[in-house]
T-cell receptor, first 113, second 114 residues
Framework: AQSVTQLDSQVPVFEEAPVELRCNYS??????LFWYVQYPNQGLQLLLKYLSGSTLVKGINGFEAEFNKSQTSFHLRKPSVHISDTAEYFCASEVSGNTPLVFGKGTRLSVIA | DAGVIQSPRHEVTEMGQEVTLRCKPI?????LFWYRQTMMRGLELLIY????????DSGMPEDRFSAKMPNASFSTLKIQPSEPRDSAVYFCASSSQGWPNEQFFGPGTRLTVL
């Protein structure tokens, strides 16, 4: 069965510093990978997705993620964070075949002024 | 497009009362998902529908929970009777047929059971 592990439950970081949110997945078949962001008191919004092709994926708000098949990882990065990036971030995977997304437990990013 | 619409946005009720949460998916989407989010358990998939038919309800916690999708534009999640431990944010999401299954989430309903 597929699973998604987000290694950090909380990540505090100073404004304008770089950040990496880690995500590992397990799947023995082809997988699609997603990062969603949830701002306070809102629903989840898609940040970026990896389907195929280039392993470096760029998303909204300056975020990017790199798919690494050998390490089964899909870490999210941003070179310089803003206060407005404070939110919870969810990594999710889907294997081919119309199966539901499997979400990680989320990482709470807190940007400190 | 208006996105996924959920109502009510907030619900406060007393233990033992029936609660009905409503969801209107994005027009043309074939899949509809109900999730529950709590601090303790994170985001949990409760049930999902494909073309109005329930596909997997293994995440529904108890018989007190039921979900229906009478047509392609409307779904309900009902809790009867409600208990304080049902307090959570309930999200509805929808997606189109095929993969990848990019889901679009509603704003959620914050349920408080006193």
């Amino acid at each position: 069965a597929q699973s998604v592990t987000q290694l950090d439950s909380q990540v505090p970081v100073f404004e304008e510093a770089p950040v990496e949110l880690r995500c590992n997945y397990s799947s023995s078949v082809s997988v699609y990978l997603f990062w969603y962001v949830q701002y306070p008191n809102q629903g989840l919004q898609l940040l970026l997705k990896y389907l195929s092709g280039s392993t470096l994926v760029k998303g909204i708000n300056g975020f990017e993620a790199e798919f690494n098949k050998s390490q089964t990882s899909f870490h999210l990065r941003k070179p310089s964070v803003h206060i407005s990036d404070t939110a919870e971030y969810f990594c999710a995977s889907e294997v081919s075949g119309n199966t539901p997304l499997v979400f990680g437990k989320g990482t709470r990013l807190s940007v400190i002024a | 497009d208006a996105g996924v619409i959920q109502s009510p946005r907030h619900e406060v009720t007393e233990m033992g009362q029936e609660v009905t949460l409503r969801c209107k998916p994005i027009s043309g989407h074939d899949y509809l998902f109900w999730y529950r989010q709590t601090m303790m358990r994170g985001l949990e998939l409760l049930i999902y529908f494909n073309n109005n038919v329930p596909i997997d309800d293994s995440g529904m916690p108890e018989d007190r929970f039921s979900a229906k999708m009478p047509n392609a534009s409307f779904s309900t999640l009902k809790i009867q009777p409600s208990e304080p431990r049902d307090s959570a944010v309930y999200f509805c999401a929808s997606s189109s047929q095929g993969w990848p299954n990019e889901q679009f989430f509603g704003p959620g309903t914050r349920l408080t059971v006193l």
